[in-house]
């Protein structure tokens, strides 16, 4: 059983940065794969980030260069680094966590996840 909690979320001119934070409770955080998703108004959930358990990383052709996931297991918290942020990034970012055994196969998906944060909104003005 996993809560999550995210933050970090805020205003930002074109090309800034922000620094998501996804805080998690639960005594195996360590056995989960955890994911960033975002849904931006009138459009579909859509897949940013994914981290293993042992640190594999991948990203969403959209940000791959610009944002940076990350994991601290001993804080039980994930985190998104987002820069050279973009009017177009605007949206609730949720982060997401599973244990799901077909993670490196499906972790794109959003069905895949088990347990889901409330999200944060990211808004990024021209």
């Known amino acids: 059983q996993v809560q999550l909690v995210e933050s970090g979320g805020g205003l930002v001119q074109a090309g800034g940065s922000l620094r998501l934070a996804c805080a998690a409770s639960?005594?195996?955080?360590?056995?989960?794969?955890l994911g960033w998703f975002r849904q931006a108004p009138g459009k579909e959930r859509e897949f940013v980030a994914a981290?293993?358990?042992?640190?594999?990383?991948y990203y969403g052709d959209s940000v791959k260069g610009r944002f940076t996931i990350s994991r601290d297991n001993a804080k039980n918290t994930v985190y998104l680094q987002m820069n050279s942020l973009k009017p177009e990034d605007t949206a609730v970012y949720y982060c997401?966590?599973?244990?799901?055994?077909?993670?490196?196969?499906?972790?794109?998906?959003?069905?895949?996840?088990?347990?889901w944060g409330q999200g944060t909104q990211v808004t990024v003005s021209s």
């Open positions: 997401a966590a599973t244990i799901s055994s077909s993670w490196y196969l499906l972790f794109a998906r959003s069905g895949l996840y088990d347990y």
């Open positions: 639960g005594r195996t955080f360590s056995r989960y794969a």
């Open positions: 981290i293993s358990w042992s640190g594999s990383t």
